[in-house]
């Protein structure tokens, strides 16, 4: 006997525009899709690093929810009022690799600037922007943490966001690189080398929250399906740290 799940639809589909840290590309698209058809709404997403989603926020751009890669970023826009503060919480964690170009090598069992140094040869360390990018703070933290930031900072290629030093990698523009493990997972053409120990940066987080003003239906109806368990085992699946429920 064939059982059809009948989900309650709103009386008008709206659309959601939600801008969202670079990093979360690939599982929102899957979790966009979840949600589409199980509540009718449409949604819109727009990736960027957490630093130019933010400015462009306040600048009027017209987002019904943001997700950041860090909390500073989301602190930031609270200071400016944009935000609809009681539905902000933590949607995932995630940890830092060192990643290397193609597919299949070995983890390295730990990492020393002559190491680094050597992996590198006279080619660059792929980065998001260390002075504004959460990725590419993080790395930065991790790499001074470490004592190796002063012999690989004038090695570093910066660009605008996470899955972009993921991009440089993958095509082996850069041979390493410094992203997200959930960026590693999503590309099959390269490595995780190294795992940066979590005392090395701050938490890793995604805040998200509704903007100011923008608190209907559709927008607090996303927000309760990425609380939901196909938002979280999405997440899970794509590399990201979840919370017990």
């Known amino acids: 006997m064939l059982v059809l799940a009948i989900w309650p639809r709103p009386a008008q589909a709206e659309d959601v525009t939600v801008f969202a840290a670079s990093s979360l590309r690939t599982v929102m698209e899957a979790i966009g899709d979840g949600f589409e ?34 909390a500073d970023w989301m602190d930031w826009l609270d200071g400016q009022g944009a935000l609809e503060r009681e539905t902000r919480f933590d949607l995932a964690g995630n940890r830092l690799v060192l990643i290397g170009h193609g597919a299949g090598r ?12 050597d992996a590198l040869g006279d080619r660059p360390l792929a980065m998001a922007l260390v002075d504004a990018v959460p990725a ?10 470490l004592g190796f930031w002063a012999a690989v900072s004038s090695r570093i290629v910066q660009v605008d966001n996470v899955r972009a030093a993921l991009a440089l990698v993958v095509l082996g523009e850069a041979p390493l690189g410094i992203v997200y493990q959930s960026d590693a997972r999503a590309a099959a053409a390269v490595s ?34 990425l609380r939901g368990p196909v938002a979280r085992s999405a997440l899970e699946r794509n590399g990201f740290l979840v919370d017990e429920p």
């Open 37 to 70: 058809a199980e509540t009718g709404h449409r949604l819109t997403l727009a990736h960027g690093g957490s630093s130019a989603l933010a400015r462009q926020i306040t600048l009027g751009a017209p987002a019904d929810v943001f997700i950041s890669a860090n």
């Open 106 to 117: 070995l983890a390295w069992p730990e990492l020393s600037r002559d190491v680094l140094i």
């Open 136 to 145: 590419g703070l993080y790395g930065r933290s991790a790499l001074q943490s």
């Open 192 to 225: 995780v080398l190294y795992t940066f120990p979590e005392e090395t940066h701050a938490p890793i987080r995604y805040p998200v929250a509704i903007l100011a003003g923008r608190s209907d239906p559709a927008s607090r109806a996303f927000l309760d399906y």
